[in-house]
Each structure stands twice: as structure tokens, then as C-alpha cells.
């Protein structure tokens, strides 16, 4: 693919809302149909825009793809979860990892479009390997934060590797969810996720 991006503007409202439109209906036709299954035209017509109205938000499929990447690393990991900064005790990394199985039992361990699957269908392209990268990066950050304040409160152990716990916990979520899908079905997400969460208790302070 050639480099592009999203042309740089100020909009409207009504530019806003056509614009957040577009990259809705991508996000959804690439949960249904994946990146490579889903074209600019698809897109056109399921936002309800003329050729010319999408060319001016997006002048390729790779800036509309860039924005779904971003749309959806500014989302909850989890959809319709909370962000991952109120991670911050293990009751709430059980619900979060809750959550995360009782989100596939809903969907039939269909695929989303998330940051996981886009990742494996885009990881071999360098520019949007960099864009998912980061967005990977701003959630082990988040899970960072409720680690850190875990050990800061005594419920962990002074020497527990906060870098590495929090990329057990993010690899879990992602590597279960992907073979979850692939299967149809929840045991890969739970046997992670609880896998993780063992893991992490392992690092609680002795008496």
C-alpha cells in the first residue's frame, strides 16, 4: 500500500457526524467481512455517501483503515466495557476478565472489529503495524496504571515487573479472544484470562 492519510481539516458538525459515519460503517462492515472483504465502495453505500463526500474525509482505503485503527484503539478493549484505567484491584480484574468471556458467549465467538483482529490481518503492512502498535502500547499503559496502583497499596508484591504483568494480562485478552474466535468458542478467552489472573495473584504479598 501506498503511505496516506486521513487529509488534515477542521469540520463542521455536520462534517463531524458524516465523518464519524463513514469510519462507523467501515468499522462494522470489517467486523462482518474483515479489511480485506471490505472495499471503499462497500463502504460508500452503507454510510449512504456519494463517491465525492467520502474522497473528502478519505482519500484511500488506507486513511479510511488508519481511522478505523484509531477509532478503535480510543475504545474500551473490551466493547461496551470501561477503559482499562479502573483496573486498579483484583475485583476488577475478575470482572474485567468476566467480561471479556461473557462478551464472546454473546456473540457466538464471531469475530469484531477490534484491535486484535485488525492486527491479524494488517500486522505485515509497516504503517498500520506502527498505528496498531500504539494502540497496544495505550492499553498496556492503562493496565499499567491499575497495577501500579495495586503494588502502591500493599496488594502486590514490591518486585512485581508492572511492564510485564500488564502484557500477560493484554496478550491473555488478545490470544484467547483470537483463538476463541477461531474455534467458536469461549474456552481459549477463559483458560487465558484465568490463566493471567492466577498469575498475577502469584505476586500478592505473604503474610
Known amino acids: 500500500m501506498t503511505e496516506s492519510t486521513a487529509r488534515p481539516q477542521r469540520l463542521t458538525r455536520k462534517g463531524q457526524a458524516t465523518r464519524e459515519r463513514i469510519v ?4 462494522d462492515l470489517i467486523a462482518a467481512h474483515g479489511v480485506a472483504g471490505t472495499s471503499t465502495e462497500d463502504v460508500r453505500k452503507a454510510a ?3 463517491g465525492s463526500q467520502l474522497y473528502h474525509y478519505f482519500d484511500s482505503k488506507q486513511a479510511l483503515i488508519r481511522a478505523v485503527i484509531t477509532r478503535q484503539a480510543d475504545a474500551a478493549p473490551i466493547p461496551g466495557q ?7 484491584s483484583f475485583d476488577a480484574l475478575r470482572a474485567w476478565a468476566d467480561a471479556a468471556i461473557e ?11 477490534t484491535l486484535g483482529s485488525l492486527a491479524a490481518e494488517l500486522s505485515a503492512d509497516e504503517e498500520s503495524r506502527e498505528d496498531l502498535n500504539q494502540g497496544f502500547l495505550r492499553w498496556q499503559a492503562l493496565l499499567y496504571d491499575g497495577l501500579r496502583a495495586m503494588r502502591d497499596r500493599g496488594d502486590l508484591r514490591a518486585d512485581a515487573d508492572l511492564d510485564e504483568l500488564a502484557l500477560v494480562l493484554l496478550t491473555a485478552l488478545q490470544g484467547g479472544t ?5 474455534m ?3 474456552r481459549p478467552v477463559r483458560a ?3 490463566a493471567a489472573l492466577a498469575y498475577i495473584r502469584s505476586f500478592t504479598p505473604v503474610p
Open 82 to 88: 470501561p477503559m482499562m484505567g479502573l483496573l486498579d
Open 24 to 27: 462507523q460503517a467501515a468499522t
Open 103 to 113: 462478551r464472546q458467549e454473546q456473540n457466538g465467538g464471531r469475530g469484531e472489529c
Open 178 to 182: 483470537l483463538l476463541g474466535q477461531t
Open 48 to 50: 449512504g455517501v456519494s
Open 192 to 194: 487465558s484470562m484465568n
Open 184 to 186: 467458536r468458542n469461549t
